[in-house]
């Protein structure tokens, strides 16, 4: 069930789609609220379906819109980053303090030993499944295998393709913070 002020965010998707990729998960309400201020301090409205008249009405509040719209999600993918590598200096230094990161260690291989569960069940016994039960099981190792990918991309970085995003971002957000 979507809340008002998701609901209102939603309207507000085609004046910049990027909106669509925030208004999931446990912090919808969080971004939505922000997109709906933004909205409304861009359009000097009072209220979100005042905006989006305004919005639909003005090309000048659009680019207004999208421009903030932009920054707001440069900030996110920087505070992402920037998290990222906090995480990583904190497995550093427990190494460096002689510690190893045991519940990272347990994580990586209960997620392998779940993959290597599912291609088991799945190689010896999907003849003798049924076909939703081997569709459950293929999305369970799917889920296994993307938690291993994200494993190995925060122990060893990012792709050329992610990295080359990462250092736009950082520029871009630079020249909008007037540097």
Do not use: H
């Not at 861009?42 to 379906?49: E, P």
């Amino acid at each position: 069930m979507t809340t008002p002020i998701v609901s209102a965010a939603l309207g507000l998707i085609e004046f910049a789609p990027i909106i669509a990729k925030w208004l999931s998960g446990n912090k919808a309400e969080k971004f939505a609220a922000k997109v709906v201020d933004i909205a409304k301090i861009v359009t000097k409205s009072s209220s979100v379906d005042e905006a989006i008249r305004a919005l639909g009405g003005n090309c000048r509040f659009v680019s207004d819109f999208q421009k903030e719209i932009i920054q707001l999600d440069a900030e996110l993918e920087i505070s992402l980053l920037e998290d990222r590598q906090n995480a990583r200096n904190r497995d550093i230094e427990f190494l460096r303090a002689g510690y190893a990161n045991r519940r990272a260690d347990l994580m990586v291989l209960s997620a392998a030993l779940g993959l290597v569960m599912c291609l088991f069940s799945l190689a010896f016994y999907s003849d003798v499944l049924p076909g939703e039960a081997v569709g459950i099981i293929s999305t369970i190792a799917g889920i296994f295998g993307s938690c291993l990918k994200d494993a190995y991309s925060f122990e060893f970085g990012s792709s050329r393709g992610s990295k080359a995003k990462d250092s736009t971002v950082a520029s871009v957000l630079e020249k909008l913070r007037g540097g």
